[in-house]
Each structure stands twice: as C-alpha cells, then as structure tokens.
C-alpha cells in the first residue's frame, strides 16, 4: 500500500497542549506526517503550555503577532501556509487542527484541489467547519480514548441522533439490496463518514464500529469467516412501507390532523405482525414524532399527529 503524506497545521489560539500527542497518534494512523507546524503569538504568555511540547514532538512554531485587537492574525498565516504547502504538492492531505469555523473555506478549496482533509477540533467546534472535513474527529473523544476515565469524555453533537444513523445505515441496506449486494462493514463506516464527516463511534462510548453496531434492533452483523456484513433484523426491511402508510394517513387528515391513538388503531390493524420494539421504540408516539414531516403535539388528553410541509 502506498504511503501517505500529510500536512499538520495546529492553531495554538484555539487549541490546548494537552492534546498534542492524542493529536500525532490519530494523524498517524493515515499516514506520515511531514510537516508540523503551529500558529500563533510566541511572545504572549497564553501560549506557554505549548513550548515544551514543541520541542518534545518536533513542531515548528510560526510566529505571528496579534497586529489588530479582536483580529485573529494567525488565521491568515495558517492559511498562507497551507496554500503554499498545497503548490509545492509534495502532500497526499492536510491536518487543520482548530475549534474555529474561519478555517471553513480554506478546508474546502484544499479538498477542491484533490487533498483529503482530516479537521480536528473540541465538541465546541461549529458545524460547518466539521461538515467541510473529509473526516472530523472530537479532541475529547482522543483524550478520553488516550487516558479511559478522565472527564474529557466527547459527547455527541446535536443532530446526529443514534435513531438517524440506524435509519442511514437502514437506507445503505436497502440500496444494496436493491443491486443484489451484500453490505460490509467497512462500507457502512465510509459511507457514515461521508454523510457526517463527524462520525466518530467514540462519540457514543465505543472504540469499535462492530460494538457500536451491535446495540441497534433493526440491524444485526452476519459473520461468513473474515467478512463481516451488516444486514436487516426480520421485518426492518418493513419499515420504510409502514413510514409511507403512517406519513399518508396523516397528510390525509388535513389541517385538523389525525389523533395518534387513531393512528395505531390503523397501522396494527393493516399489519398484523407489527411490533414497535422491532424498529428500536419502546412506545408508538415515539415513533411517529421520528418520522420527518409529522408534528405531534399533546392536546387536551389526546395527542394530534399533523403533517408539516
């Protein structure tokens, strides 16, 4: 297998020296890095945790001076830099380490010039920076992994509920089993990671994809030897017919919308052998508030499911 080259650009504003060597061990798993190198003002005090790790690994400072108060100067220098490194394309990739999103666009004109980009920053980091990375990875989530037990532990960002992953690995499913393919577990980490640069099953308490998979009710992992594959739990595959009937009925009803025990009433009656649990709920109103395009609201003693354009 070829080797890989990356590019690490740390910014020292935004970054703390705790999580340098968590930092080198994860870039490390991609390939070698060649360039180390960390941005900020070497002269104030704020940075001093810094220096001995700079000799101790091996980076080299950059040193930028704050000319302008509430000006982040070393931003710019960072990204000189990176395209500098770009055109001398001695590189396979580069390593923006930072919780800032102003590294949102220079991330992308470096992935639009063939360069895969590994973004790390603390759960602080704002979304579209994240969403920019070829693969983002929580600080907390590699501290916690380096040193089990500390309170570093990373904690999953909105909008990537457990119940939304299943669903995507579901619809992964699916499509394969619309081409006659089976599923393998390596696919389903690279398409998670395309979907959400973010995805991190470190995130959720675990150090392997496999584990994580495991929990899940409408998916199970078939073994044939070596291969792992991921595969539909008996009537999982029902689902996406019994989303459509639900999301019908309710777009049926109206404004006035449909009462959720009316709802059950139907969907037990039209398919007899349906289980709430089988799709990872413990109660039907959960289910159907995951559905997209249906509000539920609570009123009076009845529960009001209505769909929402």
């Not at 920053?121 to 907390?140: Q, S, V």
């Not at 119940?163 to 690995?169: F, L, T, V």
Request: proline share 2%.
């Amino acid at each position: 297998m070829e080797e890989r080259y990356f590019a690490l650009l740390i910014d020292a504003d935004n970054v703390s020296a705790k999580y340098i060597t968590p930092i080198l061990t994860e870039l490390s798993k991609y390939g070698v890095i060649t360039y180390k190198r960390i941005y900020g003002d070497w002269t104030s005090t704020l940075h001093s945790s810094w220096k001995e790790e700079l000799l101790t690994n091996s980076i080299t400072p950059i040193q930028q001076f704050s000319y302008t108060t509430g000006k982040n100067a070393t931003d710019s220098a960072m990204i000189i830099d990176a395209m500098d490194i770009l055109y001398t394309n001695d590189v396979n990739g580069f390593c923006i380490v930072s919780s800032d999103s102003d590294f949102t666009r220079l991330v992308s004109r470096l992935r639009e010039s063939g360069k895969m980009v590994i973004g790390m920053g603390e759960n602080k980091t704002p979304e579209p920076f994240r969403k920019a990375c070829d693969k983002f990875t929580i600080l907390e989530n590699l501290m916690q992994e380096q040193n089990p037990g500390t309170t570093d532990a990373g904690v999953t960002h909105e909008g990537l509920s457990r119940e939304k992953i299943e669903d995507e690995i579901i619809k992964i499913v699916l499509e394969n089993q619309d081409s006659n393919k089976a599923t393998g577990l390596g696919e389903v980490g690279n398409r998670l990671v395309s979907l959400y640069p973010d995805f991190d099953v470190r995130s959720y308490g675990y150090n392997m994809l496999s584990k994580f998979l495991e929990q899940f009710s409408r998916i199970q992992l078939v073994k044939h030897g070596h291969i792992i594959n991921v595969a539909l739990r008996k009537n999982a595959g029902q689902k996406e017919v019994i989303d459509a009937y639900v999301l019908n009925l309710v777009r049926s009803a109206g404004k006035d919308g449909m009462e959720l025990s009316m709802i059950g009433n139907k969907v037990y009656e039209k398919y007899k052998d349906f289980k709430i649990r089988d799709y990872g709920y413990a109660q039907f109103n959960k289910y159907v508030k995951s559905l997209d395009k249906i509000c539920v609201t609570q009123e009076g003693a009845q529960m009001i499911a209505r769909y929402v354009k």
